[in-house]
């Protein structure tokens, strides 16, 4: 079974509105951590936000934000005001457990932001 | 600040040869690993090491090898490349701990004729 699926192949945004990519997870552990990764068409992973499974509010990094529903087992990212420089690659992650655990990616979710 | 720092950036090889990418980070991680990424695959563990002289298998350890001598290095040896290889190849590191992300290197696309 996957562990991090990102249903959403491709997406399209007009530059300046939100824009919400999804990711749901599987995970038997009560202790997990939730990453989100950029990867523009230059091919750098960029790391983008955190969130843990412990944690009561949803994370928030500038203009991006996590919309956690641990009940849902999902994580999903939103990006609001657009911009045309968020066109890229987009990958869900998640650790399991606590200390040093490997991480599992999503398939990943291609955004294009149009002008 | 280097980060990590992976070579070659390219690299094309015959069936059956075996070759090593490089991998080095100068921030003493206790943590490395290897992914591979192909089209509509996302990223894919291969190995990972939590500390010099302690590695492990990923999800597609199959026809590669690893050692960790040191911190700094973790470098993914090839034992005899196929066409199925054809990847690019990722190394990132971290700290071991809940809130810590990984920093990737530039990537070496590999291609196996």
């Known amino acids: 079974a996957q562990k991090i699926t990102q249903t959403q192949p491709g997406m399209f945004v007009q530059e300046k509105e939100a824009v919400t990519l999804d990711c749901t997870y599987d995970?038997?552990?009560?202790?997990?951590?939730l990453f989100w990764y950029k990867q523009p068409s230059s091919g750098e992973m960029i790391f983008l936000i955190y969130q843990g499974s412990y944690d009561e509010q949803n994370a928030t990094e500038g203009r991006y934000s996590l919309n956690f529903q641990k009940a849902r087992k999902s994580a999903n990212l939103v990006i609001s005001a657009s911009q045309l420089g968020d066109s890229a690659m987009y990958f869900c992650?998640?650790?399991?457990?606590?200390?040093?655990?490997?991480?599992?990616f999503g398939t990943g979710t291609k955004l294009q932001v149009i002008p | 600040n280097a980060g990590v720092t992976q070579t070659p950036k390219f690299q094309v090889l015959k069936t059956g040869q075996s070759m090593t990418l490089q991998c080095a980070q100068d921030?003493?991680?206790?943590?490395m690993s290897w992914y591979r990424q192909d089209p509509g695959m996302g990223l894919r563990l291969i190995h990972y090491s939590v500390g010099a002289g302690i590695t492990d298998q990923g999800e597609v350890p199959n026809g590669y090898n690893v050692s960790r001598s040191t911190t700094e290095d973790f470098p993914l040896r090839l034992l005899s490349a196929a066409p199925s290889q054809t990847s690019v190849y990722f190394c990132?590191?971290?700290?071991?701990?809940?809130?810590?992300?990984?920093?990737f290197g530039q990537g070496t696309r590999l291609t196996v004729v």
């Open positions: 921030m003493n991680h206790e943590y």
């Open positions: 995970t038997s552990d009560q202790s997990y951590g």
């Open positions: 992650a998640m650790r399991e457990g606590w200390g040093y655990q490997k991480v599992t």
């Open positions: 990132a590191s971290s700290l071991t701990g809940a809130r810590t992300e990984a920093f």
